[in-house]
Nanobody
Framework: VQLQASGGGLVQAGGSLRLSCTASGRTFSSFIMGWFRQAPGKEREFVATISRGGDTTDYAASVKGRFTISRVNSKNTVYLQMNSLKPEDTAVYYC??????????????????WGQGTLVTVSS
């Protein structure tokens, strides 16, 4: 399974970005998908996750109400719409996939596959 994340960039505080992650190699609808991020000098942290069918989601408290995770299984793609961005959202964002899990995963150890990351920089 290969995951390719894209959509990162430089944006001013209060702005928006949409990240995409496209998967190849196996049936995309078999995966629980997640987004994580890692800021400079900090540990990787959970951002959002979505069920196989896209009907259930979960978010970190720090992004709830500002970020939305969604997926289009016919396009093998999961999205992360990020609104009202803050400087503290600056990080490398990673998408992750799990085929083993049967429930949403908020820990990195719950995912078997990871993308290469895309950098999001929010200026104040």
């Amino acid at each position: 399974v290969q995951l390719q994340a894209s959509g990162g960039g430089l944006v001013q505080a209060g702005g928006s970005l949409r990240l995409s992650c496209t998967a190849s190699g196996r049936t995309f609808s078999s995966f629980i998908m997640g987004w994580f991020r890692q800021a400079p000098g900090k540990e990787r942290e959970f951002v959002a996750t979505i069920s196989r069918g896209g009907d259930t989601t979960d978010y970190a408290a720090s992004v709830k109400g500002r970020f939305t995770i969604s997926r289009v299984n016919s396009k093998n793609t999961v999205y992360l719409q990020m609104n009202s961005l803050k400087p503290e959202d600056t990080a490398v964002y990673y998408c992750a996939a799990s085929i083993r899990s049967t429930i949403l995963q908020t820990r990195g150890s719950g995912y078997e596959y990871w993308g290469q990351g895309t950098l999001v920089t929010v200026s104040s």
